[in-house]
């Protein structure tokens, strides 16, 4: 099994660059299961509409993972509930709507898509090791996706390391510069700490600079915009699945930018 991951997509550009160029990695890489975290997708850069998910869903993505700004755009609570294909973290505490996983048949086997996020400089959530624990049962295949949304990557490893062996892979988003190392564990599972962003290059992080920059000399509340002018970036990374075991075989960076301009 091949799974084509995208990591966070911001503003304008990154919905951009996932329509110009998600059907061509599909072309050329043949994934059986596509995912993208879809949590800054809208022009603001916080949460994502029913349309972007539409689109996002048309352009090639069967799974749209979320993050700690799930709820930034309030018009998702009018979809949240009928979007199969939309999962939100699924530590969020209380009783939250939507759905925190989803499955996806790939021929002869299952695959659960899991967002799961950290607690580490984040806001309160429940432990998402002990989520993942009580999940596992439910879930019941040996093929686990997990976006782990979160902010260090101490906790993002640790979570891998943790469920090495039991789950099928632990890709991070939420930081937006991709890592360099992407792995397979002693025990079978995929893990990469951060998948990276795909919105604007030349941008921090996807907002402007200029804002940016000020909030650091300066140390007040500064208002961040996105980026909406100049080239874009397309990160994230494709993994392979030994198809009886369910454990991982490779996993691959993948990154489109100015400075690695697509290669069929």
Known sequence: MRILFVGDVVGNIGQDMIHEYLP????????????????NSTPVGRGISQNIYKQLLKDGADVVTMGNHTWDNAELYDF?????????????????PGQGW??????????????????????????????????????????VFVDFHAETTSEKRAFAMRYDGQLSAVVGTHTHVQTSDAQVLAGGTA?????????????????????????????????????????????????DL???????????????????????
Do not use: C, W
Request: aromatic fraction near 6%; hydrophobic fraction near 35%; avoid cysteine.
């Open 24 to 39: 061509q990695l599909k072309r050329d890489l043949k994934p059986q299961v596509t995912i993208v975290n879809g949590e």
């Open 191 to 239: 893990f990469m700490t951060e998948a990276g962003m795909t919105g604007p290059a030349d941008s921090v992080l996807g907002m402007q600079a200029d804002s940016v920059i000020e909030r650091f000399e300066n140390q007040r509340p500064t208002r961040y915009t996105v980026q909406e002018v100049g080239p874009g970036l397309l990160s994230g990374a494709v993994l």
């Open 242 to 264: 030994n198809d009886k075991t369910g454990h991982a075989s490779s996993i691959h960076p993948i990154l489109i930018s100015p400075q690695h301009p697509y290669q069929a």
């Open 80 to 96: 949240i509930g009928s979007a199969k294909r939309l999962v939100r973290p699924a530590n969020f505490p209380g009783n939250a």
């Open 102 to 143: 989803t499955k996806v048949k790939v021929n002869q086997q299952t695959l659960a898509v899991v967002n799961m996020q950290g607690r580490v400089f984040m806001n309160p959530m429940d432990d998402p090791f002990a989520k993942m624990q009580s999940l596992l049962p439910e879930l019941d295949t040996d093929f």
